[in-house]
């Protein structure tokens, strides 16, 4: 009964190789985020999307896209990676209520070795 | 500038015995809230507990307790009679009211508690 899932949990791809990681869940909420996690540091959002809309952040390198097709999915393609770009990988969803209420649930993370 | 600051970057405790992680926040708004989040090796965060700034009663669930002090910015985490299980980086965040679902985390602190 996982809700928050995240796909591969592991990934190696080869220095400027194209790769999509994939987010899915099943709480139906509106609010996916993309987080970057380096090793020993804290996790550093992205991007979301509030439902459709996308909100990027902004000092996220243009190097960095998401899709979110549908309310389940959202991916992450990481179009020309670099050696810098290897890290955890984190998703994470909110209902996108009141911030009184809202909390965000990750997913397991994956991790990716750029080579 | 460091909105969340988790000036204990790693501790060790024998098992059984009680820890406090510390976490100091800046506030910028009359509204906000924090959160805990704890990330075992498998990489997941996962939620521990969320408090919003109106609502200074601490609270205890189990073997976990927070002490949330306004007057001092600081929201404490305690673990009574700590066990192995809780070996993790565990990471206090903040949201604004203002600034939607940004995160703002600390650095993290990572708990070894050793049998």
């Known amino acids: 009964d996982a809700m928050v899932i995240q796909n591969p949990r592991y990934q190696v791809t080869q220095f400027g190789k194209p790769v999509t990681l994939s987010c899915s869940q099943t709480?139906?909420?509106?609010?996916m985020y993309w987080y970057q996690q380096k090793s020993s540091q804290a996790p550093k959002l992205l991007f979301h999307?509030?439902?459709?809309?996308?909100?990027n952040e902004a000092d996220t390198p243009d190097n960095f896209q998401s899709r979110r097709p549908n309310t389940s999915f959202c991916f992450l393609d990481i179009r020309s990676p670099g050696l810098g770009d290897a890290a955890m990988y984190l998703c994470?969803?909110?209902?996108?209520?009141?911030?009184?209420?809202?909390?965000?649930?990750f997913g397991p993370g994956t991790r990716l070795t750029v080579l | 500038a460091q909105k969340v600051t988790q000036a204990q970057t790693e501790i060790s405790v024998v098992e059984k015995e009680d820890v406090t992680l510390d976490c100091v926040y800046e506030?910028?708004?009359?509204?906000?809230?924090l959160f805990w989040y704890k990330q075992p090796p498998s990489g997941e965060l996962v939620f521990l507990i969320r408090?919003?700034?109106?609502?200074?009663q601490n609270e205890i669930s189990g073997r976990y307790s927070w002490n949330f002090q306004k007057s001092t910015s600081s929201f404490n985490f305690t673990i009574t009679a700590s066990q192995v299980v809780d070996s993790a980086v565990y990471f206090c965040?903040?949201?604004?009211?203002?600034?939607?679902?940004?995160?703002?985390f600390g650095t993290g602190t990572s708990l070894t508690v050793i049998p």
């Open positions: 999307y509030y439902d459709k809309d996308f909100n």
């Open positions: 965040a903040l949201i604004y009211s203002n600034t939607g679902n940004q995160f703002y």
């Open positions: 408090r919003n700034s109106f609502d200074e």
């Open positions: 709480l139906n909420h509106n609010v």
């Open positions: 994470a969803t909110s209902r996108g209520g009141e911030p009184s209420t809202d909390t965000q649930y």
């Open positions: 506030t910028r708004d009359t509204t906000y809230y």
